[in-house]
Structure formats: C-alpha cells, structure tokens
C-alpha cells in the first residue's frame, strides 16, 4: 500500500512560482512511475506531468511545457513539481498519484491559486 500527500500550493500572482511536493509512505515507491494531476473547478481532472520509476523519463501537458518542471528524489520518497511563470488557468487542486492513477491513492490535493 502506498500513501501520497501534498502539499506546497498557495495563493500566488500571475507569472509567479510554486513548488509542490508529494510525500509518499511504502518502500516500493521507487518502482513506480508518478504523475502530477491537476483538477480546476467543474473541469475533469488531468494530467499535468508524469516521471518514471527512475526519473530518467518526463512528460509534461502541452500548456505546461517549458513552464513547469517533474523531479524525483527516491531516496526520500518524494516527488516534486516546480511551477514558473503561473497563469490564472493553472488554478486548479494538484494531486499526485501514480501513472496511471489509482482509484484509492488519490489524497486531498494542494490548492494553487493564481490571480491575474
């Protein structure tokens, strides 16, 4: 079983940066590929950016790309997503889960909120 929470979101101006983190409990963590999700209100949720086990492959959502930067520290058991230049359409509750998600890991989300 795996727990992952976040964190890190908050309230920031347009062009502004956030980083957010996922903690993840279980010794296997380090196996999984993890994505980062974002949903916006009455919106469907979607993936932002995604990383391998290893961290050696990323992928990012069109609208994020060069904006908006997936890492990985195993040893730690953590995940980040660092977010520059923010947009008012970034607003959103931010998850972590694994890729593809799991029904019952999703947790309560961080929100980002960006004001224009």
């Known amino acids: 079983q795996l727990q992952l929470v976040e964190s890190g979101g908050g309230l920031v101006q347009t062009g502004g940066s956030l980083r957010l983190s996922c903690a993840a409990s279980?010794?296997?963590?380090?196996?999984?590929?993890i994505g980062w999700f974002r949903q916006a209100p009455g919106k469907a949720r979607v993936l932002v950016a995604a990383i391998s086990s290893g961290g050696g492959t990323r992928s990012y959502l069109d609208s994020v790309k060069g904006r908006f930067t997936i890492s990985r520290e195993n040893a730690k058991n953590m995940v980040y997503l660092q977010m520059n230049n923010l947009r008012p359409e970034d607003t959103a509750v931010y998850y972590c889960n694994l890729n593809p998600p799991r029904a019952d890991y999703w947790g309560q989300g961080t929100q980002v909120i960006v004001s224009s």
């Open positions: 279980g010794r296997i963590f380090s196996t999984y590929s």
